[in-house]
């Protein structure tokens, strides 16, 4: 298996908050890890540390080899290898669905115009906006903007996608067709790393379930595993809340 | 008054008023143009983010005082003291002397733009956080992100409170008469110089500025309108290939 994240030790505090406390884990190509874990537990932390939109305190996030806290690696470059879909879409407001999923091809990447749009339209396909390039982020559905942002994301081709709960923003009526859309990334092959509070999805889609607890990870394995025979008590008292609660 | 006699004035005087209307304008134009530019580079200047390296950072820090000193400075004290000061100091501490017009379009322009650099820092604040983060989650820099997804906003976020600027210039300049800008204030006071016809001259002067503040304030929320774009969209159809 070819590994692509690997997580070492990885620390980050605000202030005198511990957030994360030695965080150790790894993602292999074409795996699915889902995490899950109570709120403030520190999902979306660990995701924005990944990616260096939180600066680490200590630690290593070695990707493909080499580990990017090191002073010498081009952040902007690293971010390109990586996708983020957010909780609140982030779409680009000034920006067409077409140009939302060009921009950072052609400013970042430097790409044509006409293979940037090609490319975007490949994957406006996949997650079915193909026909709104002409459509405002404001004049889009919830479920809509989240679809045109995963394809943001994926035009740029990352070796990774990370999502941090790319449904918890949406009606409940919004929630199938971009869970759907990601059941199918998933099915390509796509790398992907997924925090999410969609336990249904987590348990069919997921190679593997990282439950996070106060800022540790306090059990993983296969979906499984986790779901129906989890060792640690505080997994098992986690579920049994969500589940409760759905 | 007569009307016949306002009527007589301006026949007589035309030439004057269109002369000091036409300056008006042209420092008015000039400086909010300026004035929104130096603005919009104090924004995003004082939006960077904090930087890693020391000497990076101190640098930051020096330059972002000094546009804070510059903002206080200009927005504290009345344009016509920074007309004398700005005028005559040159002359006397660097011996440079400037030509009246220039000096006028130096004194508007950093005048709006300490007005500008408050509206901008508003108006980029006032774009959701979420955009910057998506910006730089897909590789781009500070500036990238500022050229291609927020300054746009921004832009149009601020061309308001900018319509608003260019109309209290059109106004100020009338200050300017101090180191004799031939605008239109200074040209109706030479016009009553002649004539001591201090009412009806300056009831012309007043039409005039009530004329071009109203005539650029439609002509900017039109062209408001336009930059916001058609509000429905087309689907494009399947058959359509890109
Ligand atoms: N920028 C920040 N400054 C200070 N504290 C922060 C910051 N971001 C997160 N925190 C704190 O870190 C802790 C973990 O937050 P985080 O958002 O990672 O949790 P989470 O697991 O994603 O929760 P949720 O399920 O609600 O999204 C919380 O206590 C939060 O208050
Ligand atoms: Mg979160």
């Known amino acids: 298996m070819e590994r692509v994240l690997d997580i070492q030790s990885l620390r980050k505090s605000f202030g005198n908050n511990e957030v994360l406390k030695n965080i150790n884990f790894s993602v292999d190509k074409g795996e699915v890890v889902c995490i899950i874990g109570s709120s403030g537990s520190g999902k979306s932390t660990l995701l924005r540390c990944i990616n260096l939109l939180e600066k680490p305190d200590g630690g290593k996030i070695i990707y493909n080899g080499r580990n990017i806290l090191e002073s010498n690696i081009n952040v902007y470059e690293y971010r390109t290898r ?115 509070h969609e336990m249904g999805f987590a348990k069919e889609v997921s190679d593997r379930v990282v439950f996070m607890d106060k800022g540790v990870i306090a059990e993983e394995g296969e979906p499984e595993q986790i779901f129906n025979n989890p060792i640690q008590e505080r997994t098992r008292e986690f579920l049994r809340s969500t589940l409760q609660a759905v | 008054m007569s009307f016949q006699l306002v009527k007589e004035i301006f026949l007589d005087n035309w030439p004057m008023y269109l002369r000091g209307a036409g300056m008006t304008i042209v420092i008015s134009v000039i400086s909010t143009i300026l004035g929104a530019i130096i603005g919009l580079l104090i924004g995003v200047v004082r939006t960077i983010p904090e930087s890693a390296t020391r000497g990076k950072r101190v640098i930051l820090k020096v330059v972002n005082t000094i546009f804070s000193a510059y903002v206080e400075y200009f927005r504290g004290t009345p344009m016509i003291v920074q007309a004398m000061v700005i005028y005559y100091g040159s002359a006397l501490l660097f011996d440079i002397h400037l030509n009246r017009f220039v000096a006028a379009i130096i004194i508007v322009s950093i005048n709006t733009g300490a007005y500008m650099a408050e509206i901008v820092r508003g108006g980029i604040t006032s774009i959701d956080e979420g955009q910057f983060e998506a910006a730089s989650a897909i590789g781009m820099t500070h500036f990238q992100s500022m050229f291609n997804i927020i300054l746009p906003q921004v832009i149009r976020n601020i061309l308001p409170a900018t319509a608003n600027e260019f109309v209290i210039n059109i106004k100020d300049t009338s200050v300017l008469n101090v180191i004799g800008v031939t605008e239109l204030f200074f040209q109706t006071k030479s016009i009553t110089g002649n004539n001591f016809k201090f009412f009806e001259s300056y009831f012309i002067a007043s039409g005039i500025y009530l004329l071009m503040t109203f005539t650029i304030t439609r002509i900017l929320r039109h062209f408001e309108k336009r930059l916001d774009g058609p509000q429905n969209y087309d689907l494009v159809g399947n058959q359509m290939q890109v």
């Not at chain 1, 680009?92 to 990447?109: A, D, E, R, S, Y």
């Not at chain 1, 193909?130 to 081709?157: F, H, T, W």
């Open chain 1, 82 to 196: 990586l996708g983020m879909v957010f909780q609140q879409f982030n779409l680009f407001n000034n920006l067409n669905v077409l140009n939302n999923c060009t921009v950072g091809q052609i400013k970042v990447l430097g790409r044509s115009r006409e293979e940037a749009e090609e490319i975007a339209m490949k994957y406006l396909k996949v997650v079915g906006m193909d026909k709104y390039i002409n459509a405002k982020p404001r004049q889009l559905s919830g479920g809509q903007k989240q679809r045109v942002a995963i394809a943001r994301a994926l035009a740029m081709e990352p070796d990774v996608m990370l999502f941090d709960e790319p449904t918890s923003a949406l009606d409940p009526e919004m929630v199938g067709e971009v869970l759907k859309v990601m059941k199918e990334l998933a099915e390509m092959g796509l790398t992907m790393l997924v925090v999410t």
